[in-house]
């Protein structure tokens, strides 16, 4: 008969919970001071978010702007894109960290003392070859996974953990590994498994947490990953949905224990209901993902369920830009109606940006620029 489980110290599990916590990163910045504004920062580590929006809304210029954030602020952080539909650009990509390199400069690392300062040099002066240059290097950390239907989505974020586990950051399996200050602690599960802690200072472990990313993956995206669930719902919609679960699940503990910058795109659904106090007949519920302007008729894809296993869902769409372009748009007034995108936080876990919304314009299809 099994021998019963040893007792674990409080003291332990605090330890232990210490040694794993990782530290805030700066969120991957979308360029445009409006959008970061409505974001808090911009795209946070160690949360999953959702971008949905139609055709054309932006979707993909602004995941370019959060990728190019992230390979320029983490000189040796990688990325990598689950791609569901071949419509990946890496000239575009390159295009973006160009105009990046171009608004904020080269960031370089010099040494000051003991530590590393990060130092941003202006590129003005630089050829655009030369920064095409720095961003084909950039890219050159950029993995990028095809996948034709859902079960290869689940088999790239397989891949995406094995990356992790290559580079010594966690696979998402979850260990049971507690000691406190040098003594073994039995574990209920296998109890040849021995782990030590280390009792050094919180901010020295803090400091080594805080270079994490650098030679590791940092950020997954996945574009689109509506495009596939559809299909498979279109099939089997019980089937699609425990998929859909069980990929996010796995997802989601990959996205915190390695502290990732998760963005999923999304696409849209028509939502049928014309007034905001209602949806298909029944009270209005935040998590019904619908916009704050009675003008947008749409709202996120793959439903409730989904919302439910994000931690924070986007939405894109566009309005007026003016009361005149309103007026024309809505008043059958005759003329060129000229519209804005709007970017708005639908729902945030933590509920810090929920309501939050930004104006913003595409620029050539590489520049993002505020409105307003």
């Not at 946070?44 to 959702?50: A, H, L, P, V």
């Not at 590994?177 to 003594?183: C, W």
């Not at 749409?298 to 989904?306: D, E, N, S």
Request: negative net charge.
């Amino acid at each position: 008969m099994a021998e019963p489980a040893q007792p674990i110290l409080g003291s332990t599990l605090l330890a232990t919970a210490l040694a794993n916590t990782n530290p805030k990163l700066a969120p991957a910045s979308t360029s445009c001071a409006t959008l970061d504004t409505a974001l808090h920062g911009g795209f946070r580590y160690g949360e999953i978010t959702s971008l949905a929006g139609a055709s054309g809304m932006g979707k993909t210029l602004i995941t370019l702007h959060a990728i190019a954030s992230h390979l320029i602020g983490h000189p040796a952080g990688e990325a990598a894109i689950i791609d569901t539909t071949g419509s990946f650009s890496p000239v575009r990509l390159q295009d973006v960290i160009v105009c990046r390199l171009h608004q904020t400069g080269v960031v370089r690392y010099q040494q000051s003392g003991y530590v590393y300062e990060k130092v941003s040099v202006e590129v003005g002066a630089e050829s655009l070859e030369s920064l095409r240059g720095k961003a084909a290097e950039m890219l050159d950390r950029v993995k990028v996974m095809r996948v034709f239907d859902y079960a290869g989505v689940i088999e790239a974020i397989g891949e995406a953990g094995d990356l992790c586990k290559r580079n010594g950051q966690s696979s998402g399996e979850v260990k049971a590994e507690q000691v406190h200050k040098g003594e073994e602690v039995a574990n209920s599960e296998d109890e040849e498994d021995e782990v030590t802690i280390s009792n050094e200072p919180e901010d020295q472990r803090a400091q080594e947490l805080e270079t994490s990313l650098d030679g590791s993956l940092g950020m997954i995206v996945v574009d689109n990953i509506a495009n596939l669930v559809s299909t498979a719902m279109s099939k089997n919609q019980t089937e699609a949905l425990a998929l859909l679960t069980h990929s996010l699940r796995i997802l989601s503990h990959l996205t915190t224990s390695n502290n990732l910058c998760t963005i999923l795109v999304n696409g849209i659904v028509s939502n049928t209901s014309s007034a905001k106090g209602s949806l298909y007949g029944r009270a209005y519920h935040p998590s019904d993902d619908v916009s704050i302007f009675a003008s947008v008729s749409g709202k996120p894809a793959l439903g409730r369920t989904y919302t439910y296993l994000i931690d924070a869902s986007i939405f894109l769409s566009t309005i007026p830009k003016t009361q005149d372009d309103a007026e024309m748009a809505f008043g059958g007034r005759p003329g060129n109606v000229i519209s804005v995108g709007i970017l708005e936080v639908l729902k945030d876990r933590y509920g810090e940006r929920e309501g939050d919304w930004g104006a913003f314009e595409m620029v050539e299809g590489v520049e993002l620029r505020g409105v307003g």
